[in-house]
């Protein structure tokens, strides 16, 4: 079985300051890693995967991850936040092939003027 | 080209009624996904339909149930509705065994019961 973990449940950070949101996961076999966006009343939207290949995943909206095996971490990066990308982020993990997702409890970031 | 279409948006029951939700895939796409994203917490995984048959299914009762027509769509059924049936329910659409294809999620129904 899997499991993700999402350490930090709300990050407040000032526009344009870096942020880091924080994924760890647990499998006992290779996993497919994604971070998603969700935006109030709203589904989820893909903001990024990593299914194989450069650890360094660039994805929509100028966010990045960073796989680490070793560490079993997926951490999303955005060098400069903006007031809309205030929303709840998921990161989550699949077995691979169209199984199911499993995800984290989500972090709300929160972009202050 | 429409991506993953669910309805009602919102829907609201009482105790120990049955509902009905409804999703449309996106186009080309032959799975069918659902969650339960209670408030403040992560989507859990309900079950996973293709070829009309139920492929995977997570930690939820019989009480959930659920179908595959032939031109992809989905239901999801929920009987005997209990005040912690309250949730988003999600659908989600894939290509079984296309990796580069990751799920594509619906705006949900919110599913309120009273």
């Known amino acids: 079985a899997q499991s993700v973990t999402q350490l930090d449940s709300q990050v407040p950070v000032f526009e344009e300051a870096p942020v880091e949101l924080r994924c760890n996961y647990s499998?006992?076999?290779?996993?497919?890693l994604f971070w998603y966006v969700q935006y109030p009343n709203q589904g989820l939207q893909l903001l990024l995967k990593y299914l194989s290949g450069s650890t360094l995943v660039k994805g929509i909206n100028g966010f990045e991850a960073e796989f680490n095996k070793s560490q079993t971490s997926f951490h999303l990066r955005k060098p400069s936040v903006h007031i809309s990308d205030t929303a709840e982020y998921f990161c989550?993990?699949?077995?691979?092939?169209?199984?199911?997702?499993?995800f984290g409890t989500g972090t709300q970031l929160k972009v202050e003027l | 080209d429409a991506g993953v279409t669910q309805s009602p948006t919102h829907l609201i029951k009482t105790r120990g009624q049955q509902v009905t939700l409804r999703c449309s895939p996106k186009?080309?796409?032959?799975?069918v996904s659902w969650y339960q994203q209670a408030l403040g917490q992560g989507p859990q995984f309900i079950f996973q339909?293709?070829?009309?048959?139920?492929?995977q299914r997570g930690n939820f009762p019989d009480r959930f149930s659920g179908h595959q027509f032939p031109n992809y769509s989905s239901e999801l059924n929920v009987n005997a509705l209990l005040l912690g049936d309250s949730a988003l329910y999600l659908c989600?659409?894939?290509?079984?065994?296309?990796?580069?294809?990751?799920?594509?999620f619906g705006d949900g129904t919110r599913l309120s019961i009273l």
């Open positions: 499998s006992s076999v290779s996993v497919y």
């Open positions: 186009s080309g796409h032959d799975t």
């Open positions: 989600a659409s894939s290509t079984l065994g296309d990796s580069n294809q990751p799920q594509h």
């Open positions: 339909y293709y070829e009309e048959e139920e492929r």
């Open positions: 989550a993990v699949e077995r691979g092939g169209g199984n199911k997702l499993t």
